[in-house]
């Protein structure tokens, strides 16, 4: 048995599932980039069949992401895959997303356990086997690397799922993901599960991939991935900062540091340079609006950091001491490569292309006017600054509506008021001004009184891009659509109230903050103008 295992991203399928979580074309083609720069295996792109516009994003990713960059063709290209449910419309949809890239795959799904097949499917258990084989053999028909998931395989009857992976061996799966889709198993379990199946699916072979999909509702979802993979399982689905459904998918730092750290207990590789996993945290933290907790394994603000004074002690005198990792093998600290005033328009082309961002002219010129602005105002701009100012510019939701001005006035003197001028679609003008209990609710509720879409601001973050008193501001807001709510029950609600992310960066804070809540308002009105259906 092979000692690589392939790491399968699903940041912007079963991550971007994650409420508040959604994405805009523009990001997901960014963090797909950053994903294949990693060197992820296989970049689960999305599910077509949701949204024209996610059919859209996928078939640009498997385009651009999915093939070997011009000039580069030692690059190491990932396969892209697209999600389908287990019928013919469905899998025609991924394979008209996947079909551009070098290496497409399709990966097809049907729940397997007792309580799916009864209530959400309502198919008995020799109908989900022969639709299994009719939908495999279909999509293979259509594309040659395919992929099959027994959904809520983690509670389904482990002979039953000998007899669907049989099938689908059969009918041309090349790779079984066994997803404990609602987080319910222990390691030990998990570990007897794909055990069984690599001894008992009849036609297993060398080419068959074994795959882990594990969520985290019982905090186990990097044990149990780790547990199967002891077990023989080749790949793991996984997402940056763990992102997805309920309380998440399986980390991808987490599952690779371990593999990384503990590799005399393993002995396996992985693909992944590490040092990005900071930046590429970050990355999808601006763009779902999904902040990091700071005690989170490897790219949480604190799991570097040392506060006992024991500890500071032990760590001054050898960093063994404390820490099981390097910072800097994480990319902690690694961005320090300083730019000022009087840097020029070459060395930031060049900067960014060391970062891995690839801007025509017309970019490239937008990005430098913000510099220079950016530089007027602050003397050292750092590589996070960068992000942050890329981040702002080019990658945001469909422009409704767009922020033209911004005055406020605040203190102790007087009511704090706002003054917001946006710009509306037909690029219409609008201001109004507000007063509120601070700057930034006076300018939210000039911003409301203009767009006029109901929602509750659920999360407010912000914090400072680098130290030092002129540092860029970074806030990240989470909104929910309270449209149509009214009509829904509680539990409805709970699953169906939209949540959007929204991000903003400026050394200005109160223009940060209404940046980052209109970028949520935005997708907000576009994903409700188009509607979208989720696994
Ligand atoms: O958790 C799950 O079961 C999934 C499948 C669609 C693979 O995400
Ligand atoms: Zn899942």
Redesign the pocket.
């Known amino acids: 048995m092979t000692n690589y295992v392939k790491i399968f991203d ?1 940041t912007l399928r ?1 991550g971007e599932q994650s409420p508040g979580a959604t994405m805009t074309s523009a990001e997901k083609l960014e963090v797909a980039r950053s994903l294949a720069r990693m060197g992820v295996d296989i970049i689960e792109a999305g599910f077509p069949a949701a949204s024209p516009d996610d059919l859209e994003a996928v078939r640009r990713i498997a385009l651009e992401v999915g093939n070997s960059p011009k000039g580069q063709p030692e690059f190491k290209v990932p396969i892209i895959a697209g ?1 389908a449910r287990a019928n013919k419309s469905d899998i025609d949809k991924a394979w008209e997303a996947v079909k551009g890239a070098q290496k497409p795959r399709i ?1 097809t ?1 049907l729940a397997t356990s007792s309580i799916h097949m009864k209530h959400k499917l309502k198919m008995d258990p020799e109908e989900v086997v022969q639709r299994v084989s009719e939908m495999v053999t279909y999509a293979h028909s259509l594309c040659t690397d395919i992929e099959f ?1 027994p ?2 395989a983690g509670r389904s009857d482990p002979e039953f799922l000998y007899i669907v992976l049989g099938e689908a061996i059969k009918a041309g799966a090349t790779t079984l ?1 066994i ?3 609602v987080g319910y198993t222990t390691p030990d379990e998990f570990y007897k599960l794909i055990e069984g199946i690599i001894k008992n699916t009849p036609g297993m072979h060398e080419g068959i991939t074994i795959s882990v ?1 594990t ?1 985290d509702d019982l905090g186990l979802a990097t044990a149990n991935a780790l547990a199967g993979i002891q077990a023989g399982a080749r790949q793991a ?1 996984v997402t940056i900062n763990g992102i997805g ?1 309920r309380a998440g998918n399986t980390s991808m730092e987490e599952v690779v540091m371990t593999l990384k750290t503990r590799h005399p207990v393993f002995g396996l590789e992985t693909g992944i340079d590490t040092q990005q996993f900071t930046r590429v945290s970050r990355l999808v933290s601006n763009y779902t609006g999904i902040v990091v907790q700071p005690n989170k394994a490897i790219v949480g603000a604190n799991a570097f950091a040392h506060e006992a004074g024991i500890h500071q002690d032990g760590m001054l005198k050898h960093q063994t001491t404390y820490e099981i990792m390097r910072p800097e093998d994480v990319g902690v600290n690694q961005t320090t490569l300083v730019m000022g005033k009087h840097s020029g328009r070459a060395a930031l082309r060049a900067r960014l292309a060391s970062m891995g961002y690839s801007l025509d002219d017309e970019e490239l010129n937008k990005a430098f006017a913000r510099f220079k602005e950016l530089a007027d105002r602050k003397k050292v701009i750092t590589d996070a600054d960068l992000e942050a100012l890329i981040a702002d510019e080019f990658y945001g939701p469909r422009d409704v509506f767009h922020l033209e001005g911004l005055q406020v006035s605040c203190g102790t003197l007087g009511m704090p008021t706002a003054t917001v001028r946006l710009r509306g679609p037909d690029q219409i003008i609008h201001d109004f001004a507000s007063m509120g209990t601070g700057p930034v609710d006076a300018t939210y509720k000039a911003i409301d009184a203009i767009i006029q879409t109901p929602c509750k601001l659920l999360e407010f973050n912000i914090h400072a891009v680098t130290e030092g008193i002129d540092a860029l501001g970074e806030v990240t807001v989470r909104v929910r659509s309270e449209n149509g709510q009214q009509t829904m029950d509680a539990q409805s609600e709970a699953i169906y109230a939209r949540v959007f992310g929204g991000h903003g960066a400026d050394t200005d804070i109160i223009v940060a903050s209404a940046k980052a809540y209109i970028n949520a308002l935005n997708k907000l009105i576009v994903a409700e103008t188009e509607g979208r259906q989720s ?1």
């Open positions: 699903t079963d999600l990966h799904f998931s959904e809520d993901n997803p404990d889709t999909h969520h689905e459904e696994v």
